[in-house]
């Protein structure tokens, strides 16, 4: 659906590095910190900016030879832009409808009217959640196969947020071969949304894995100086030294469960891993 | 281009507070003057400069990066804002014909359809050229910049063109153009602005296909 392959992009002295793909029907998480390349990555994939190398395929074709058909087929949520905040929903409905010929007008006025955002309103006058949502909405009532989702859930309160994943989750279920790639800095969300994750920091990739299994396989150990020198480090990614000992992460966790119960093996998620790549490079 | 030609005609509806006061200051101007012709010399160029608006309003709250993954091409937008330009330059020009008709009508002052057509396809024209001239650079330099950049150059043109005028035989041009009747006149200028108009839109073609946002 969506496949990055080397993709290159000097900015001063931040490099882009970054492959990564999109299968379809899944939905893919980009995760990292601030300033790690997420937002560089969507701008490269929606021909925002150049690059200097690499190459981006959408539904099998290079972005470079992209025509407004194409582009009718994806949907995108960028987190710092979005219609001209003169414009009110009732001005950009002609718009919508002209741009894609597949609009759902009905169904984009029943999402306004379930989250009570005023038709006839500016929408710089909105407030940050009414914003999201209402890019949301305009991304997902085209028929888009692709969604290209850059922080669609900056800035929301938990409510806010649950009711734009539901929406998401509902929009992945209407057809099978849908697929989602998202970024966020709220890991919880994309812990319970996405498929299989991507982890960036520093412009590069520095890890692919499915969500179940990085859930379930994946773990802290924590355990003393002692300890750590009789630990099998063949299944240890990193480690970092602490007050107590050693702080660990490992995509073994049962086999340390099973061979070290003494030890303290803690549920790891996506902020461990983001938290693991600042102290230590994965 | 039916999309986006929908958003500035949205977008202009917020400045139509404005419009309206130029449009009757005008009215009044030509009716305390008498001077039929002064709202066809002003309206439509009103009309037609609110497309540089539009570039600034696109800009805002960085706009652009959203409005560029919508379906259509860098090329299109850039198409957008001439036709459209040249659209509200010719609802005005139009607007200002019938009030002219109707104020000569009610004033009994008498006209040609030649006497009022040859001046608003020469306004129409000469909007085209000036808008041509603004747009790459409003393009470039973005609403804000682009002003002063507009500045500066005009301050060029009148510094650099005063001194060039000085060796220019423009008691030639001026002969020649004399010489010409309205329909040569007519005809030279479109195509002086089809011509200068197709540069234009090419240059401001490659500003925006270079842009990154």
Redesign the interface.
């Known amino acids: 659906m969506l496949k990055v392959e080397n993709l290159k992009k000097q900015y001063g002295s931040f490099t882009l590095d970054c492959s990564l793909e999109v299968m379809p029907g899944c939905i893919t998480g980009l995760v990292g910190r601030n300033g790690a390349g997420k937002s560089t990555t969507f701008k490269a994939i929606l021909g925002l900016i150049s690059t200097d190398s690499g190459s981006i395929s959408i539904f099998g074709k290079d972005i470079k030879d992209f025509t407004e058909t194409d582009k009718q087929k994806i949907g995108v949520v960028l987190s710092n832009s979005g219609f001209s905040g003169y414009l009110t929903i009732n001005d950009i409905l002609p718009i919508l409808a002209s741009l894609y010929p597949l609009f759902d007008q009905a169904a984009f006025l029943e999402y306004c009217n379930r989250f009570q955002l005023p038709l006839d309103k500016k929408i710089q006058k909105f407030s940050t959640g009414m914003k999201a949502k209402l890019k949301l909405i305009a991304a997902i009532t085209h028929d888009a196969s692709l969604l290209l989702l850059d922080e669609p859930t900056a800035g929301l309160d938990v409510v806010a947020r649950d009711e734009l994943l539901t929406l998401l989750r509902d929009f992945m279920e209407e057809k099978e071969d849908r697929a989602v790639l998202i970024s966020s800095h709220i890991s919880t969300d994309l812990e319970s949304l996405c498929d299989d994750l991507y982890l960036i920091g520093n412009g590069k990739i520095l890890l692919h894995e499915d969500t179940d299994r990085l859930l379930s396989q994946y773990a802290i150990l924590k355990v003393d100086n002692r300890q750590f020198q009789k630990l099998d480090p063949r299944y240890l990614l990193k480690w970092k030294q602490e007050a107590y000992g050693y702080r660990c992460l490992t995509d073994q966790k049962q086999f340390y469960l099973e061979n070290y119960p003494d030890i303290v093996v803690e549920k790891s998620g996506i902020d461990d891993l983001i938290l693991f790549n600042k102290e230590v490079s994965l | 281009m039916?999309?986006?030609l929908?958003?500035d005609f949205?977008?202009m509806?917020?400045q139509k507070n404005f419009l309206f006061v130029i449009f009757i200051g005008a009215i009044a101007s030509m009716l305390l003057s008498g001077f039929s012709s002064f709202l066809m010399g002003y309206f439509p160029f009103i009309c037609s400069f609110f497309v540089l608006s539009t570039i600034s309003?696109?800009e805002?709250?960085?706009?652009?990066?959203?409005?560029?993954?919508?379906?259509?091409?860098r090329k299109?937008y850039v198409k957008e804002k001439y036709l459209f330009g040249f659209l509200a330059g010719t609802a005005g020009c139009i607007i200002s014909l019938i009030i002219t008709v109707l104020y000569r009508y009610f004033t009994h002052t008498g006209f040609s359809l030649t006497e009022l057509l040859v001046p608003a396809a020469a306004v129409l024209m000469i909007l085209i050229i000036i808008l041509s001239f603004m747009l790459p650079i409003h393009l470039k330099f973005g609403g804000e910049k682009g002003r002063y950049a507009l500045f500066g150059i005009f301050l060029f043109l009148v510094l650099f063109g005063g001194i060039g005028l000085q060796f220019f035989p423009l008691e030639v041009l001026g002969e020649f153009l004399h010489a010409l009747k309205p329909a040569g006149f007519l005809s030279l200028l479109a195509v002086f602005t089809f011509v200068f108009t197709f540069i234009s839109y090419r240059i401001s073609v490659l500003i925006q296909e270079r842009k990154?946002?």
Not at chain 2, 60 to 73: E, H, I, M, V
């Open positions: 039916k999309g986006l929908i958003k949205k977008l509806k917020n309003y696109d805002f709250d960085n706009g652009n990066a959203f409005l560029y993954t919508l379906p259509f091409s299109t990154e946002f």
